[in-house]
């Protein structure tokens, strides 16, 4: 069985421009969460769809941006790259979300290594 | 401000013995607790986790304590073996709370042969 697969695994982008990640879960997960990790912390929540519909969002500006397609797959944008955008992009995938289902976790991805130069 | 708490970078154990992970929280709203296991260059691995009505869960090598009183968590895994060496991170939710989960920083857990 796939994992949650992501592309590109890595990607170097110039300050003021634009990125799009790409996430596709695992077949019949119909949960996609995008989170932000750089050197040192732990992942950081961004969004959080399920069924198509957003149903979160973190303390990101709005130059951050995502969705969800019809097929599960999702997409993270962000817009006017800046320095500090450099991170580890996870996306995450789950049937439950968090909590619903006893020792269950969200399934991670390897993740986009982004670097903003 | 930092709701999910490792206070230990890193911990070192010889191979065979006990390894202890300690976790502290802040926001009383959290009622699920996870533990990940993250190794360079892949994303982090869900390992085990408990809601708040319990004060222990066990799968495995791994068990989870958490002691509400206090805001904090362990996780301890027995017995420890070269390959558990990775970084480890303690992650919360708020159920009803859009979901997410919220990480410390992780603890590098180096069990030697």
């Known amino acids: 069985d796939a994992g949650v697969t992501q592309s590109p695994t890595h990607l170097i982008k110039t300050r003021g421009q634009h990125v799009t990640l790409r996430c596709s879960p695992i077949?019949?997960?119909?949960?996609v969460s995008w989170y932000q990790q750089v050197l040192g912390q732990g992942p950081q929540f961004i969004f959080q769809?399920?069924?198509?519909?957003?149903?979160g969002r973190g303390n990101f500006p709005d130059r951050f941006s995502a969705r969800q397609f019809p097929n599960y797959s999702s997409e993270l944008n962000v817009n006017a790259l800046l320095l500090g955008d450099s991170a580890l992009y996870l996306c995450?995938?789950?049937?439950?979300?968090?909590?619903?289902?006893?020792?269950?976790?969200?399934?991670f991805g390897s993740g986009t290594r982004l670097t903003v130069v | 401000d930092q709701q999910v708490k490792q206070n230990s970078p890193s911990l070192s154990v010889q191979e065979g013995r006990i390894s202890i992970l300690n976790c502290d929280y802040t926001?009383?709203?959290?009622?699920?607790f996870l533990w990940y296991k993250k190794y360079p260059a892949e994303g982090p691995t869900f390992l085990i986790s408990?809601?708040?009505?319990?004060d222990k869960n066990e799968d495995g090598i791994f068990t989870v304590f958490l002691n509400k009183s206090a805001k904090h968590l362990s996780l301890h895994i027995v017995p420890s073996q070269p390959g558990d060496s990775a970084v480890y991170f303690c992650a919360a939710s708020a159920i009803g709370s859009n979901y997410k989960l919220t990480f410390g920083k992780g603890t590098l857990l180096t069990v030697n042969p």
């Open positions: 408990i809601s708040s009505i319990k």
């Open positions: 077949s019949g997960h119909k949960s």
């Open positions: 769809y399920y069924e198509k519909e957003e149903r």
């Open positions: 995450a995938s789950s049937l439950y979300l968090v909590g619903l289902a006893e020792n269950y976790g969200y399934t």
């Open positions: 926001n009383s709203m959290f009622d699920y």
